[in-house]
């Protein structure tokens, strides 16, 4: 199992950054890639973007490409989503996941291991 810890959310205002952190320990080494989810209540979980330990390739979801930047520290065991121009439609529990087998995906239901989550509130 991998264990994920998410930090860095908060209150922002519109057009604002905020920078996600999400550190993995345990079982590091059975993950492949690495997956940013976030969770509006009442809705299912939507992908943001994804990265693969590896080679560091990257995945957007439409909503926020060009605003949006996953990124990964190997030696620190730790994903990154920087999130520019924020917009209030951005608001969200931000999930981390971390998914063991080959290739990049946008399917929750491919990542094994989760966070709990850290609220990004994002006000007009």
């Known amino acids: 199992q991998v264990k994920l810890v998410e930090s860095g959310g908060g209150l922002v205002q519109a057009g604002g950054s905020l920078r996600l952190s999400c550190a993995a320990s345990?079982?590091?080494?059975?993950?492949?890639?690495m997956g940013w989810f976030r969770q509006v209540p009442g809705k299912e979980r939507e992908f943001v973007a994804a990265?693969?330990?590896?080679?560091?390739?990257?995945a957007y979801a439409d909503s926020v490409k060009g605003r949006f930047t996953i990124s990964r520290d190997n030696a620190k065991n730790t994903v990154y989503l920087q999130m520019n121009s924020l917009q209030p439609e951005d608001t969200a529990v931000y999930y981390c996941?971390?998914?063991?087998?080959?290739?990049?995906?946008?399917?929750?239901?491919?990542?094994?291991?989760w966070g709990q989550g850290t609220q990004v509130t994002v006000s007009s």
């Open positions: 996941a971390s998914k063991a087998l080959y290739g990049l995906s946008y399917r929750e239901s491919e990542y094994e291991d």
């Open positions: 345990g079982r590091t080494f059975s993950s492949y890639a």
């Open positions: 990265i693969r330990w590896g080679s560091g390739s990257t």
